[in-house]
């Protein structure tokens, strides 16, 4: 089975064909069109702007990605397109595409859920589509979002836990702003925190580490990332070194939470893997503490996290996603059917 996948939930646009056959998964093409430095001027993404790339990018980033997996578009099977959560103009944007493709060429589509969908990456990394998974805890942790995610088998999700307020990506990216660092900000401040570490200098800033020790399993950044506010103010200017030393102590702030939340939720499930995944799932300290963490757990899960390729917006877990949903729960149409969008989708 051929699979296309369309993603326009945000700044990237992302065209993937994806292969199944007999279990076993391969990604023929993940072609990403990526916008963030247009809309690094604006110190975030610019809805209107991102929609008019997106409407300019897919058809070009289509023929690359067919001819990269060196497929027809009529030999594709279904088309999975992203329906939300995003920013509406965009998600429009790569719908409204889809749609005429299926209609052309009379294909099966699927809206899939875009969160769904960074669930999945996990999956890509792996070369069989290996059903001893179950229960999976997925902690889900992008510029929107921050969820732990348990999953009982394809399709079932229950949310145990989320943020209160600030995604923890989004107070990346506002600490990297209040820093002068740039946008997008998470990855500047995790290079400057690798800096901090790398001199063992004593560490003198400590910020807190919120809800760490709540019975519950929801996350808050917003008071963490008004700690550094409040840090910033206490110097005139400041200097790279203890702009390193917020960015570290910030990061280590963030990941203990995550961390600690991630493994009290995996012990209480029993759960047989422990999944990361969006965005943030590129933060290696966070990938490195988590494989570690979950070690200690004495039902030793396995711990599974997305390849760098596939930690960002990407197409190629739209796919797989859209391949899920088609095959294992059955959410198929007779033949082609337009999709809309849904900005605020969730589990
Ligand atoms: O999943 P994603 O590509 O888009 C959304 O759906 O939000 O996630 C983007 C987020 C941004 O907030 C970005 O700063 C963050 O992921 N991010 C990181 C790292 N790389 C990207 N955060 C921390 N450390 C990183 N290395
Ligand atoms: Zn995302």
């Known amino acids: 089975?051929?699979?296309?996948?369309?993603?326009?939930?945000?700044?990237?646009?992302?065209?993937?064909?994806?292969?199944?056959?007999?279990?076993?998964?391969?990604?023929?093409?993940?072609?990403?069109?990526?916008?963030?430095?247009?809309?690094?001027?604006?110190?975030?993404?610019f809805p209107s702007l991102a929609a008019r790339e997106h409407e300019k990018n897919l058809p070009k980033v289509l023929k690359l990605s067919l001819k990269e997996a060196e497929t027809k578009i009529e030999d594709i099977d279904l088309i999975a397109v992203t329906r939300g959560p995003g920013l509406e103009p965009s998600l429009w944007r790569g719908i409204n595409f889809a749609n005429d493709l299926a209609k052309k060429f009379k294909k099966p589509i699927l809206g899939v859920n875009h969160l769904e969908?960074?669930?999945?990456?996990?999956?890509?990394?792996?070369?069989?589509?290996?059903?001893?998974?179950?229960?999976?805890?997925?902690?889900?942790?992008?510029?929107?979002?921050t969820e732990l995610v348990l999953m009982?088998?394809?399709?079932?999700y229950k949310i145990i836990g989320e943020t209160l307020d600030d995604a923890v990506g989004e107070?990346?990216?506002?600490?990297?702003?209040?820093?002068?660092?740039?946008?997008?900000?998470?990855?500047l401040v995790a290079l400057r925190a690798d800096k901090f570490r790398s001199k063992s200098v004593k560490v003198e800033i400590k910020f807190p580490r919120p809800m760490i020790h709540s019975k519950d399993f929801n996350f808050s950044f917003s008071g963490l990332k008004t700690a550094v506010l409040y840090k910033t103010r206490e110097f005139t200017k400041l200097s790279p070194k203890i702009t390193d030393q917020i960015c570290y102590e910030f990061q280590e702030a963030a990941i203990d939470v995550l961390i600690s939340k991630t493994i009290k939720a995996a012990g209480k499930y029993k759960v047989k893997s422990v999944m990361l995944s969006g965005g943030v799932s590129a933060n290696k300290l966070l990938r490195e503490k988590l494989s570690e963490s979950v070690k200690s757990l004495e039902s030793s899960p396995a711990t599974v996290i997305p390849e760098?390729?596939?930690?960002?917006?990407?197409?190629?877990?739209?796919?797989?996603?859209?391949?899920?949903?088609?095959?294992?729960?059955?959410i198929g149409f007779p033949s082609w059917k337009p999709t809309k969008p849904n900005a605020s989708l969730n589990f």
């Open 1 to 45: 089975m051929l699979i296309l996948g369309i993603e326009t939930s945000c700044d990237d646009t992302a065209v993937a064909v994806l292969q199944i056959i007999s279990g076993k998964l391969k990604v023929k093409s993940s072609v990403i069109s990526s916008q963030v430095k247009l809309h690094a001027k604006y110190g975030g993404v």
């Open 117 to 145: 969908g960074h669930i999945y990456s996990n999956w890509l990394s792996l070369t069989e589509l290996d059903y001893k998974l179950f229960p999976a805890l997925c902690l889900i942790v992008s510029g929107g979002h």
């Open 152 to 156: 009982k088998s394809h399709g079932k």
């Open 171 to 187: 107070a990346f990216d506002k600490v990297a702003r209040m820093l002068g660092l740039g946008y997008p900000g998470g990855p």
């Open 308 to 330: 760098m390729a596939y930690t960002t917006d990407n197409a190629a877990m739209i796919a797989l996603a859209g391949y899920f949903n088609w095959e294992e729960i059955k």
